[in-house]
């Protein structure tokens, strides 16, 4: 059985080809993906130790500082190390906010450059790629991607603000690369000497403290003194390979994140697969009825022929995960090509290929493959001997079924009350996972009674094709439903990839539809002024600016919006406190804004809800000017219609409460009549010497986010676009094998006068059909649980599908199974009438 198997394998090259790439495609996506993060964390690694081994113990300070600053190691404690004996050098790390200016006079970014100290000599970890570090105060460095984006290049003079957000200009002397420093690549960054940074950033101690040891004294050694000198501070000591391993961990999470968010997609693809490879064994083994039935009469056992059908799938199984290795390996490659073509500071050198990956691929490829031909090879088993002498299979009948029903029946019954106890429940990741389970559930019930709605979905999916092609289109239709069964597993591969697409436009559509009505209410103006955002929380707008808009002809109004932060007595929780100055009267859901004065406010509805607060009720703030303060809610608004702080009180008490602080956003309404590029033009004007100061208008905001929306709909459509191609490869497989099932009954048709061109139009028209009957349950299947999902992410949406793209998905699956029958058409076609009425 053994050799007759490997004979029936040589003998059928090109039988199981589209069934091995099927599992390739599969496998190679898993493998790239490995290849890729694999190769990413090797690099950061790399660089991660070669910095750190510069250092041969680094302290840095453990706890927080208190608010959300973090903590800070002293300039006493840098004393302290510095005294310990084997200490050859120790030097303190700055590192706080240094706003860059652009050439455009703005602050660069959404948030303030980092300022940082670059450190000379031994301790330097500083890779600086073009000039020089900063040698004098006056010299600065900044980041290659930020110098990329601005236009900046070494001996240009630029402008950086202190911590009073008072501009100092610099030379700018080289450039350094960041590094596997997240917080550095996103803020961009600024090196100075260790003067200036401490200056500039107005920092009064250090974010870490690196020591190199004397000759003779270990890391160890070194590690234990420090610590001793520091005794009673809250710091933690590491050797520079403690120090190596603990960020290479840190950097690790996000690769891991990544490797799990391409996993998911990866796997989805090895579902497809796996139903392709099921579907073709499965033709195979009704195909080779009277060659079994033959192998059972000259004395193969039932296992024997069990055992043949599984060593034909380890064999296809254990060449594909090659193939697909081989694969991963360059798509890995690939895509970092394709991330450095993008700009992307990546690590440089050769993919990484893991014995995991390797161990892994190979794994799962042949568990999968043999894995879906289980059953088909139970099914061999049964082939009886006396089946050798019928002259022609028989077509598969199918019943239905009370173990189907009964299955379909729970499975349907537990997703549909799994989803709508998901809608039922408070928006949040619970109700989605409930909604998630119940979408799994219901596909189970779907794919158990595929064979059962076949033949309507067949006739609806085939109506208007049988009307377009005449006898071939009725035809097509026919063979679409003749085996059940195998239609079923067909378009379920496809139905997988287009309910997946649809349900991913589906919430994107409802999201954006969502986002822009709640950005018009909470946007009712044409402008937005805000101040960069700091970290610290103390960003804000100099009074003065709203005073100039003021002045302006081209505007009407102009609202400014102060926040501070306050600790409540009732939860012990912090608050977001302010008051508002202008035109402005906010909507509330409860109580009036009527007796708005000192000692009321008005809440949120969230804070409303935590506090347990209703109008009537007081709650007691501690402000660093009044002290304990106890206000009264007047009236509750939704925070997500009204743009004012959590807790708002009037402008004087909040001046009392907090001091004159200044504004934390101006709101700005334009003139009617006025264009919009002369308001737009007039607000710049008066924002231009005010660097921190950003202008918005509704029109950006919207059009940032919906560029976000887009990406995100792209990457997903594209990973995604895997599992379809293997579905449809899996649609021309099954072409390809029911035509040379059916190589008598073409050979008839053509003798009874049906042409060529008719026969191959046959073909193309029973793949369209099968493609739609896939999509029209994948759309279906897609709206509804992406309607579910989006009512578990947030309260109020507005429920949105996109026709246009659902109608795109149902036309190209279409149009793909027509493509995917050119090839079975041509063959069948081609085929000799005389021979193919002689074949058995």
Known sequence: MFRTTLAGLRAHKLRLLLTSLAITLGVGFIAGTFVLTDTLQAGFSQRIAASADKVDVAVLPSGSGGGERPARLLASDLDKVRGVTGVAEAQGLVQGEAALIGKDGKAVGDVPTTGVSVVTGRLNRTAITSGSAPATADQVVIDENTAKTRGFTPG????????????????????????????????????????????????????????????GVTPGGLKAAVSSA???????????????????????????????????????????????????????????????????????????????????????????SALGLLTGLGLGAGALAVLRAAG?????????????????????????????????????????????LRAQTDDHTFRTGVVRITFAALFLLGGVGATVAAVTMPPGPVALYVVMGGGVLTFCAVLILGPVIVRPLSAFAGWAPAKLFGVPGGLAMDNSRRNPKRSATTTVALTIGVTLMTLISVITATTRATYTARLDEQFPVDYLVSAQASGSGEAALPRA???????????????????????TGQAGRTLQVGTFSGPYTPALQKGSTRGFTAGSALVSGQVAKDLGVAPGDSIALATPEAGTVNVKVLGVFDSSTVSLPDVTVPEGAFEKYFGPL??????????????????????????????????????????????????????????????????????ANTLSLSVHERTRESALLRALGLTRPQLRRMLSVEALILGLMGAIVGVALGVTFGWAATRTLVEGILFRVPVSQVLLFVLLSGLAGVLAAVLPGRRAARASIVGSLASD
Request: aromatic share 4%; hydrophobic share 50%; net charge neutral.
């Open 156 to 215: 240009d003079t630029v402008s950086v603000l202190d911590g009073q957000g008072k501009p100092h200009t610099f030379r700018l002397v080289g450039l350094f690369d960041v590094g596997v420093d997240q917080q550095l690549a996103y803020t961009g960054a600024v090196g100075f000497t260790a003067a200036t940074a401490q200056a500039m950033t107005a920092e009064k101690g250090f974010t870490e403290i690196d020591v190199a040891a004397a000759d």
């Open 230 to 320: 520091l005794a009673g501070t809250k710091f933690k000591a590491w050797t520079g390979d403690e120090l190596a391993r603990e960020l290479a961990r840190s950097s690790g999470a996000d690769t891991e994140f990544l490797t799990l968010g391409l996993l998911m997609f990866g796997l989805v693809a090895m579902l497809v697969a796996a139903l392709v490879i099921y579907n073709t064994f499965n033709i195979l083994v009704a195909q080779r009825t009277r060659e079994m039935a033959l192998l059972r009469c000259i004395g193969a056992t039932r296992r024997q022929v069990f055992g043949s059908i599984l060593l034909e799938s380890v064999v296809v199984g254990l060449i594909s």
């Open 344 to 388: 992307q500071d990546l690590p440089s050198g050769g993919v990484s290929l893991a014995p995991r990956t390797i161990a892994l691929a190979l794994a799962i490829g042949l568990v999968v493959t043999v894995g879906a031909a289980l059953l088909p090879a139970r099914t061999a088993t049964k082939v009886a001997p006396i089946a050798a």
């Open 545 to 567: 600016l709203a005073a100039d808009l003021r002045t302006r002809p081209e505007l009407a109004s102009v609202v400014q919006i102060r926040e501070a932060d306050a600790k």
């Open 662 to 731: 200044g504004d934390r956003r101006i709101l700005v309404n334009a003139k009617d009549g006025v264009a919009s590029d002369v308001s737009r033009k007039a607000v710049e004007a008066v924002a231009q010497p005010y660097p921190t100061a950003k202008v918005l208008s509704s029109t950006e905001v919207r059009s940032q986010f919906d560029e976000a929306l887009d990406m995100m709909l792209m990457i997903i459509a594209g990973l995604l676009g895997l599992a379809v191609l293997i579905s449809l490869l899996g649609i």
